[in-house]
């Protein structure tokens, strides 16, 4: 009876050391659930930021490149008048000639 009796006492120590594993084990897991939760909070702003930012970049790019084209439309249209001016200069120059 007393070797059973131990061997039950033994056998409950076990189960109450594997319990306690479960429960040290079961907090580990839960702070790491926890550390990826604040990585992915952490990394969704991050990614808003730079998204914003990419954003401006290209909108920055966008009105840049559309104040180049006026500029050189205008160019154009300066160089087209002038050279319209010219040959209507040759043209008077062989009219009164």
Known sequence: ???RSKTIED???IE???SNNTSAVE???SMKIQGLENLLNNTRKD???VSREHFKTLWSA???TNAELRRVWTAV???QIDLL???KKVKDNFTEQ
Do not use: D
């Open 85 to 87: 001016r010219q040959l």
């Open 62 to 64: 966008g009105n840049f």
């Open 77 to 79: 249209n300066s160089t």
């Open 27 to 29: 907090e580990q897991h």
């Open 11 to 13: 056998r409950i120590e």
């Open 16 to 18: 109450e050391q594997k």
């Open 1 to 3: 009876v007393t070797h």
């Open 47 to 49: 990614i808003k930021e």
